[in-house]
């Protein structure tokens, strides 16, 4: 793609490319941790072994409650109910929610990036392998849920809150009319997907551009969807000891990191359309 004024559809990944996950989770998952740890007096590395092995089997590091289905916690109050249970952990579960108040921030540019964009008309969609509550959540958080014209999630967990009648009470405070929801095995890299975005918003793929941190995701499925790719630098920027913490919790299975390693082959000579150093640098291409 040559002429930037072909782009009219900019199809964005969020987790380290709008906003920080890594530096924003681990100190908050971390910090629900150490409080968990001290009302249960619990052995630290065990815990952590019982989270990662809930992730594993639910396939997500950022599964909601997690902590109420580890072993420690389910023996520890057998006849309780998970509602019961939760505020049992009420303390754990607010060190994350505080944590995360501090630490989930836009990268700097969004907001003015996204505004210049849909002063030109150009559409703006959001395409993330988080789920749908977890999605939503941050994103009204971060007040930017109306940044989006569409959003583009994986499917809702079967319910795991302490009180499902309120999740569902919540979720329905949202207009879900712009939300599709993806099967898990319609993770990144499908080009399919990323040509099914473009189809639903009548943009053609040689007018879309996708930006996103991940060569082996993002960019590998952009270019075999003959999307011009952008590939977000500066959302890999992550400190060793916060990715070591991070990998230690991680729901990756030997079958999770088999994948991995072939994608990271497969696109070991791919190379982005373009590499920007700040979302800026994106918008002021595409504009």
Same mark, same amino acid.
């Given at each position: 793609?040559? $002429?930037?004024?072909?782009? =009219?559809?900019?199809?964005? &990944?969020?987790?380290?490319?709008?906003?920080?996950?890594?530096?924003? @989770?681990?100190?908050?998952?971390?910090?629900?941790?150490?409080? *968990?740890?001290?009302?249960?007096?619990?052995?630290?590395?065990?815990?952590?072994?019982?989270?990662?092995?809930?992730?594993?089997?639910?396939?997500?590091?950022?599964?909601?409650?997690?902590?109420?289905?580890?072993?420690?916690?389910?023996?520890? @109050?057998?006849? $309780?109910?998970?509602?019961?249970? *939760?505020?049992?952990?009420?303390?754990?579960?607010?060190?994350?929610?505080?944590?995360?108040? =501090?630490?989930?921030? #836009?990268?700097?540019?969004?907001?003015?990036?996204?505004?210049?964009?849909?002063?030109?008309?150009?559409?703006?969609? !959001?395409?993330?392998?988080?789920?749908?509550?977890?999605?939503?959540?941050?994103?009204?958080?971060?007040?930017?849920? &109306?940044?989006?014209?569409?959003?583009? +999630?994986?499917?809702?967990?079967?319910?795991?809150?302490?009180?499902?009648?309120?999740?569902?009470?919540?979720?329905?405070?949202?207009?879900?009319?712009?939300?599709?929801? #993806?099967?898990?095995? &319609?993770?990144?890299?499908?080009?399919?997907?990323?040509?099914? %975005? +473009?189809? /639903? $918003?009548? %943009?053609?793929?040689? $007018?879309?551009?996708?930006?996103?941190?991940?060569?082996?995701?993002?960019?590998?499925? !952009?270019?075999?969807?003959?999307? @011009? *790719?952008?590939?977000?630098?500066?959302?890999?920027?992550?400190?060793?000891?916060?990715? *070591?913490?991070?990998?230690? %919790?991680?729901?990756?299975?030997? /079958?999770?990191?088999?994948?991995?390693?072939?994608?990271?082959?497969? !696109?070991?000579?791919?190379?982005?359309?373009?590499?920007?150093?700040? @979302?800026?640098?994106? %918008?002021?291409?595409?504009?």
């Amino acid at each position: 793609m040559t $002429q930037k004024s072909k782009i =009219q559809l900019l199809v964005c &990944d969020l987790d380290n490319t709008i906003y920080d996950w890594i530096s924003y @989770f681990v100190p908050a998952f971390y910090a629900m941790i150490d409080k *968990a740890v001290s009302i249960l007096e619990c052995d630290r590395e065990l815990l952590l072994d019982q989270m990662r092995d809930v992730h594993v089997k639910n396939h997500d590091s950022e599964h909601p409650f997690a902590l109420l289905d580890t072993d420690i916690v389910k023996n520890r @109050f057998p006849k $309780q109910s998970r509602e019961e249970i *939760a505020e049992k952990l009420d303390e754990a579960l607010y060190q994350f929610n505080s944590v995360r108040k =501090q630490k989930l921030k #836009l990268y700097d540019g969004i907001k003015s990036g996204i505004e210049n964009l849909k002063e030109q008309n150009i559409k703006i969609v !959001a395409h993330t392998e988080s789920k749908l509550f977890t999605t939503i959540d941050r994103l009204h958080k971060l007040e930017s849920f &109306d940044y989006f014209d569409h959003i583009y +999630c994986r499917e809702r967990p079967d319910s795991n809150h302490p009180d499902p009648k309120a999740a569902e009470y919540w979720l329905g405070k949202f207009d879900l009319s712009n939300i599709t929801e #993806l099967a898990f095995k &319609d993770r990144k890299p499908a080009p399919h997907i990323l040509n099914q %975005i +473009c189809l /639903q $918003q009548g %943009i053609l793929p040689e $007018q879309t551009a996708y930006i996103g941190d991940s060569i082996a995701k993002d960019i590998l499925m !952009a270019q075999r969807a003959n999307v @011009f *790719a952008i590939w977000a630098k500066y959302g890999t920027q992550v400190p060793p000891e916060m990715y *070591a913490k991070l990998v230690r %919790i991680s729901h990756w299975s030997k /079958q999770d990191i088999a994948r991995e390693m072939k994608l990271k082959e497969d !696109a070991k000579n791919i190379s982005p359309d373009l590499t920007v150093n700040s @979302f800026s640098e994106a %918008i002021q291409y595409i504009l």
